[in-house]
């Protein structure tokens, strides 16, 4: 059975405590650790554009800073 922590992040201000504190847990249980990005934009907008780069481009360079 495998074992996975994951944890949401919204780009709020305790986004990074929530990462940090889910990274701390996963390490000392052995667990994979899952980060999930969210947003609040509609689902069934048929107008919806992706996340801009530069969300995605933030996301990959706070993502080495998680470890605890």
């Known amino acids: 059975m495998s074992h996975r922590i994951?944890?949401?992040l919204?780009?709020?201000p305790r986004d990074r405590a929530s990462a940090r504190w889910a990274a701390a847990e996963a390490a000392l249980h052995g667990?994979?650790?899952?980060l999930?990005?969210?947003?609040?934009?509609?689902?069934y907008a048929p107008f919806?554009?992706?996340p801009p780069e530069s969300?995605?481009?933030?996301a990959l360079?706070?993502?080495p800073s998680l470890t605890p």
């Open 6 to 8: 994951t944890v949401g």
């Open 36 to 43: 999930l990005h969210v947003d609040d934009r509609p689902r």
């Open 61 to 63: 360079a706070s993502a």
């Open 55 to 58: 969300c995605r481009r933030s």
């Open 10 to 12: 919204d780009g709020s």
């Open 31 to 34: 667990a994979d650790l899952q």
């Open 48 to 50: 919806a554009a992706p």
